[in-house]
């Protein structure tokens, strides 16, 4: 069964690249096109793509609330959004992760990553470069406003162990040996860990992380 994406920039060139560089691979598939967010954010109600390739800056409404609209409703949970930006360091790229993209890409990402960070993201995982991400999350989870502590106050010891290695960037696989748990048990445990918190994906626990001070800006 072929990944559905569908692509949002509003540079027609940028989108055209975009859109030839996926259909030409095996089991992708672009089904739209919108060249501002008002019209991803229609595409993605009426097309439930797997994966919306999502520029930040653009007209009508830009690509941070068109996240937030996108991610707000229920029907759409299992649309992953990435983010496309110029900057990995990018504020407004931290923004849309805080919101519910599950990932970034710059745009100048070799068409291969690109392709394989489809097709990542389609199968469930979440974070696209773990190392960037948790630099860009702790340069700008220190600034914002913090989360109480207290939201964490559901999880149990482990949970908050599980949670601190998923902000570390570790998968279930690596999470399990360093526990010394199952890879089912800690598919578990970071299940349980996003319905308590409310979070769609293990990228949103990485904020999480960092905002309620269970990792710290700097930690490694």
Same mark, same amino acid.
């Given at each position: 069964?072929?990944?559905?994406?569908?692509?949002?920039?509003?540079?027609?060139?940028? @989108?055209?690249?975009?859109?030839?560089?996926?259909?030409?691979?095996?089991?992708?598939?672009?089904?739209?096109?919108?060249?501002?967010?008002?019209?991803?954010?229609?595409?993605? @109600?009426?097309?439930?793509?797997?994966?919306?390739?999502?520029?930040?800056?653009?007209?009508?409404?830009?690509?941070?609330?068109?996240?937030?609209?996108?991610?707000?409703?229920?029907?759409?949970?299992?649309?992953?959004?990435?983010?496309?930006?110029?900057?990995?360091?990018?504020?407004?790229?931290?923004?849309?992760? @805080?919101?519910?993209?599950?990932?970034?890409?710059?745009?100048?990402?070799?068409?291969?990553?690109?392709?394989?960070?489809?097709?990542?993201?389609?199968?469930?995982?979440?974070?696209?470069?773990?190392?960037?991400?948790?630099?860009?999350?702790?340069?700008?989870?220190?600034?914002?406003?913090?989360?109480?502590?207290?939201?964490?106050?559901?999880?149990?010891?482990?949970?908050?162990?599980?949670?601190?290695?998923?902000?570390?960037?570790?998968?279930?696989?690596?999470?399990?040996?360093?526990?010394?748990?199952?890879?089912?048990?800690?598919?578990?445990?970071?299940?349980?860990?996003?319905?308590?918190?409310?979070?769609?994906?293990?990228?949103?626990?990485?904020?999480?992380?960092?905002?309620?001070?269970?990792? @710290?800006?700097?930690?490694?």
């Amino acid at each position: 069964m072929s990944v559905r994406v569908l692509v949002a920039d509003d540079q027609a060139l940028v @989108r055209a690249g975009f859109v030839a560089l996926l259909d030409a691979q095996d089991g992708i598939e672009v089904i739209g096109e919108a060249g501002d967010g008002e019209q991803a954010v229609r595409l993605a @109600r009426e097309l439930v793509p797997d994966v919306v390739l999502m520029d930040i800056r653009m007209p009508v409404l830009d690509g941070l609330a068109a996240t937030r609209a996108i991610v707000a409703e229920a029907r759409l949970s299992q649309v992953r959004v990435v983010v496309l930006t110029t900057f990995e360091l990018d504020e407004y790229v931290f923004d849309a992760l @805080r919101a519910g993209a599950t990932g970034f890409l710059v745009k100048h990402t070799e068409p291969a990553d690109l392709v394989k960070a489809v097709r990542v993201v389609a199968a469930g995982e979440a974070l696209l470069s773990p190392s960037v991400t948790r630099r860009l999350v702790a340069e700008f989870a220190s600034r914002a406003k913090p989360m109480p502590i207290g939201v964490l106050s559901e999880l149990t010891d482990r949970e908050r162990e599980v949670m601190t290695l998923v902000a570390e960037g570790l998968t279930n696989a690596e999470i399990a040996e360093r526990l010394f748990l199952s890879p089912a048990t800690v598919r578990t445990h970071v299940s349980r860990i996003l319905l308590k918190l409310g979070a769609r994906d293990r990228t949103q626990l990485v904020v999480m992380a960092y905002e309620s001070g269970l990792v @710290r800006p700097g930690w490694q």
